[in-house]
Nanobody, 125 residues
Framework: VQLQAPGGGLVQAGGSLRLSCTAS????????IGWFRQAPGKERGMVSC????????YVKDSVKDRFTISRDSAKNTVYLQMNSLKPGDTAVYYC???????????????????WGQGTQVTVSS
């Protein structure tokens, strides 16, 4: 699937952003969608993911009380709602799709095959 992920931007600390990841076609149940981020000088890592087979989600511990992942199957879209943003959340955010067939979606990035273009999120202090 082809993914498009607009929605980044510049926000002050404490603010909110909602990222969206829209697929070019219907997302079958055997897919998972993950959100990853990469800050300057750091490795890309998973922030959150959702399995389309049963809706199970994962959210990284460090953002669990601030970030929420959700999906709108009718719109082929997955959202990442980010609240109480901190300067440490500044990064390029990517969404990606993996054919996991119901397996837990928390997987290394190299198992995610299709990637969106990345969107910059900058949180100012």
């Amino acid at each position: 699937v082809q993914l498009q992920a607009p929605g980044g931007g510049l926000v002050q600390a404490g603010g909110s952003l909602r990222l969206s990841c829209t697929a070019s076609a219907f997302i079958p149940d055997y897919y998972a969608i993950g959100w990853f981020r990469q800050a300057p000088g750091k490795e890309r890592g998973m922030v959150s993911c959702i399995s389309f087979s049963d809706g199970r989600t994962y959210v990284k511990d460090s953002v669990k009380d601030r970030f929420t992942i959700s999906r709108d199957s009718a719109k082929n879209t997955v959202y990442l709602q980010m609240n109480s943003l901190k300067p440490g959340d500044t990064a390029v955010y990517y969404c990606a799709a993996a054919q996991l067939y119901g397996l837990e979606c928390r997987r290394p990035s190299d198992l995610y095959e299709d990637w969106g273009q990345g969107t910059q999120v900058t949180v100012s202090s």
